[in-house]
T-cell receptor, first 112, second 112 residues
Framework: DVKVTQSSRYLVKRTGEKVFLECVQDMDHENMFWYRQDPGLGLRLIYFSYDVKMKEKGDIPEGYSVSREKKERFSLILESASTNQTSMYLCASRGTGGTEAFFGQGTRLTVV | QKEVEQNSGPLSVPEGAIASLNCTYSDRGSQSFFWYRQYSGKSPELIMF????GDKEDGRFTAQLNKASQYVSLLIRDSQPSDSATYLCAVTGGAGSYQLTFGKGTKLSVIP
């Protein structure tokens, strides 16, 4: 059974904190993605990675960075959390060749 | 910027009826098309994918693709209350593209 696992289901952080969201996949997929999902705005791509140590900006990268040191792990970093980063964060992974993306269970982050 | 458009809904259908969900996309080079279902508070899960023009059937679900019109749809026959969810259309880019671009989703309500 394929799996994408996000480290936390719910997270509450204070403004200005550095926040790490971790994602691990067990499918040996090359491509991994971080999205945020907000009511009325749908899924918006923050960053994606198509190989170890490779990353590309998505549509809304400002205020975020990412790290991919190992193929199975893709981390999203909020350098200095702000209240407008309160959202549902979804990690996904995808193989090559037009295959589907598999999602983690999501992390609901609240910044207070 | 690549765009995927869906009617936000809500789309309400009576139990047993056919629900028709529509999606248009802007990138003429798009090659793969996916329909995801997302229950409230959960992550998206794949229902169907389609690559070629025409229809693809899987149980009560039929995906239809018309690349000339840049249009993809999902039909749900014999709709059940358990089908009530948000349905997301996702589209890849051309050859070698890693990303999936999502529409904002259509909320479907099946009334018993």
């Amino acid at each position: 059974d394929v799996k994408v696992t996000q480290s936390s289901r719910y997270l509450v952080k204070r403004t200005g904190e550095k926040v790490f969201l971790e994602c691990v996949q067990d499918m040996d997929h090359e491509n991994m993605f971080w999205y945020r999902q907000d009511p009325g705005l749908g899924l918006r791509l923050i960053y994606f990675s198509y190989d170890v140590k490779m990353k590309e900006k998505g549509d809304i990268p400002e205020g975020y960075s990412v790290s991919r040191e190992k193929k199975e792990r893709f981390s999203l970093i909020l350098e200095s959390a702000s209240t407008n980063q309160t959202s549902m964060y979804l990690c996904a992974s995808r193989g090559t060749g037009g295959t589907e993306a598999f999602f983690g269970q999501g992390t609901r982050l609240t910044v207070v | 910027q690549k765009e995927v458009e869906q009617n936000s809904g809500p789309l309400s259908v009576p139990e047993g009826a056919i629900a028709s969900l529509n999606c248009t996309y802007s990138d003429r080079g798009s090659q793969s098309f996916f329909w995801y279902r997302q229950y409230s508070g959960k992550s998206p899960e794949l229902i169907m994918f389609i690559y070629s023009n025409g229809d693809k059937e899987d149980g009560r679900f039929t995906a239809q693709l018309n690349k000339a019109s840049q249009y993809v749809s999902l039909l749900i026959r014999d709709s059940q209350p358990s089908d009530s969810a948000t349905y997301l259309c996702a589209v890849t880019g051309g050859a070698g593209s890693y990303q999936l671009t999502f529409g904002k989703g259509t909320k479907l309500s099946v009334i018993p």
